[in-house]
């Protein structure tokens, strides 16, 4: 099959802080790649430094975007057929590393991703490898897939919580991830979530989807031990990987209790290893997710299990990808902020 056209339009980082709207060659596709036409993609914090310029590996001109959903346009020989809706796990590993030997290819040790390290989704077409595309049945409206890759997130850190229900949770950070998360330790069991969110606008998203929270102004540890009878938390998952965070998350969890680092801290911040050592807590770190994962976050969307539809999303389309970034990093009521090149996405619902 030929390539649907020889042009597309592109959302490109062109420079710190700058992105041009261009016209540029529909990407080629090699052998076993499939052609995605891109659907929507979301923006997230990794994308808010690599806009900065302050990424460690991602170099301009790139058109970023790793959260991606779309259809398929060009079929690799032994991925989903023409037509299919797809999320993407966008992880490019080396395969030779003792991590990716060992079936662990989501910590390779050469890790990279498409929308970093390769072009991503902030145009209308992206190449991929066919193996890399997820179907998603097509009663899943595509605003709600978009949010499929930041769910797998949620879901590895859950996975990797131990949870096995009745815990007390709390989950620091009412961002998409943190708020993904919350959902899934529900779907999973948890007896009581506490969210603890400084933001107003995502404190309030928070409580409209049922979670307890921390009062404006409120102290959270003494808010935590209040709930749990002065002995903390069972899990807590630190979604904000903020210092202030850090600084108070040994004494928020119970003894023989676990944390779970989610959002990835920006430099070393200093945590009371003592406290931790003294208490026996078991300290988690999480790194994207598994195929595994991202396959179950898809079963979690099939089922509309965790009722995502409801949550606050705002589109903007593809020429405005630089004001969807101004309104993603403002940490606005909108839990997320996704960017489409097809304006008959723009309000698209389950039915």
């Given at each position: 099959?030929?390539?649907?056209?020889?042009t597309?339009?592109?959302?490109?980082?062109?420079?710190?802080?700058?992105?041009?709207?261009q016209?540029?060659?529909?990407?080629?596709?090699?052998?076993?790649?499939?052609?995605?036409?891109?659907?929507?993609?979301?923006?997230?914090?990794?994308?808010?430094?690599?806009?900065?310029?302050?990424?460690?590996?991602?170099?301009?001109?790139?058109?970023?975007?790793?959260?991606?959903?779309?259809?398929?346009e060009?079929?690799?020989?032994?991925?989903?057929?023409?037509g299919?809706?797809?999320?993407?796990?966008?992880?490019?590993?080396?395969?030779?590393?003792?991590?990716?030997?060992q079936?662990?290819?989501?910590?390779?040790?050469?890790?990279?991703l498409?929308g970093?390290?390769?072009?991503?989704?902030?145009?209308?077409?992206?190449?991929?490898?066919?193996?890399?595309?997820?179907?998603?049945?097509e009663?899943?409206?595509?605003?709600?897939?978009?949010?499929a890759?930041?769910?797998?997130?949620?879901?590895?850190?859950?996975?990797?919580?131990g949870?096995?229900?009745?815990?007390?949770?709390?989950?620091?950070?009412?961002?998409?991830?943190?708020?993904?998360?919350?959902?899934?330790?529900?779907?999973?069991?948890?007896?009581?979530?506490?969210?603890?969110?400084?933001?107003?606008?995502?404190?309030?998203?928070?409580?409209?989807?049922?979670?307890?929270?921390?009062?404006?102004?409120?102290?959270p540890?003494?808010?935590?031990?209040?709930?749990?009878?002065?002995?903390?938390?069972?899990?807590?998952?630190?979604?904000?990987?903020?210092?202030?965070?850090?600084?108070?998350?040994p004494?928020?969890v119970?003894?023989?209790?676990t944390?779970?680092?989610?959002?990835?801290?920006?430099?070393?911040?200093?945590?009371?290893?003592q406290?931790?050592?003294?208490?026996?807590?078991?300290?988690?770190?999480?790194?994207?997710?598994?195929?595994?994962?991202?396959?179950?976050?898809?079963?979690?969307?099939?089922?509309?299990?965790?009722?995502?539809g409801?949550?606050?999303?705002?589109?903007?389309?593809?020429?405005?990808?630089?004001?969807?970034?101004?309104?993603?990093?403002?940490?606005?009521?909108?839990?997320?902020?996704?960017?489409?090149?097809?304006?008959?996405?723009?309000?698209?619902?389950?039915?």
């Amino acid at each position: 099959m030929t390539r649907p056209m020889e042009t597309m339009r592109a959302a490109i980082l062109t420079a710190p802080n700058v992105i041009e709207n261009q016209q540029v060659a529909v990407p080629n596709v090699p052998e076993g790649w499939a052609l995605v036409r891109v659907e929507f993609t979301g923006l997230c914090g990794t994308d808010f430094s690599i806009l900065h310029g302050t990424h460690p590996r991602a170099e301009s001109p790139l058109i970023m975007g790793h959260e991606i959903t779309g259809v398929v346009e060009v079929a690799g020989a032994h991925g989903p057929p023409v037509g299919t809706r797809v999320t993407v796990e966008p992880l490019i590993n080396c395969g030779t590393c003792p991590p990716c030997i060992q079936g662990n290819r989501h910590v390779c040790r050469n890790l990279n991703l498409y929308g970093i390290d390769a072009p991503g989704s902030l145009a209308e077409f992206v190449a991929l490898p066919a193996s890399v595309l997820i179907p998603v049945k097509e009663t899943v409206p595509a605003r709600e897939v978009a949010l499929a890759e930041p769910l797998a997130v949620a879901v590895h850190a859950v996975s990797r919580s131990g949870m096995t229900g009745g815990e007390d949770i709390v989950v620091f950070g009412a961002g998409p991830i943190g708020i993904l998360t919350a959902l899934v330790a529900r779907h999973r069991g948890a007896r009581r979530i506490l969210v603890v969110e400084p933001s107003d606008e995502r404190r309030l998203v928070a409580q409209n989807l049922g979670f307890a929270t921390v009062p404006k102004g409120g102290d959270p540890v003494a808010t935590i031990l209040s709930i749990t009878d002065g002995n903390g938390a069972d899990i807590v998952f630190d979604s904000a990987a903020h210092p202030s965070v850090a600084a108070i998350l040994p004494r928020t969890v119970r003894v023989l209790g676990t944390i779970v680092l989610v959002g990835v801290y920006k430099k070393p911040t200093e945590v009371d290893l003592q406290a931790l050592t003294f208490a026996e807590n078991t300290v988690i770190g999480v790194r994207v997710y598994t195929r595994d994962d991202v396959e179950r976050a898809v079963e979690l969307l099939e089922t509309d299990a965790l009722g995502l539809g409801r949550l606050p999303v705002e589109v903007f389309a593809l020429e405005d990808a630089a004001s969807a970034f101004d309104k993603a990093m403002s940490a606005s009521g909108k839990l997320k902020v996704l960017v489409t090149p097809n304006e008959e996405l723009m309000g698209e619902r389950r039915s």
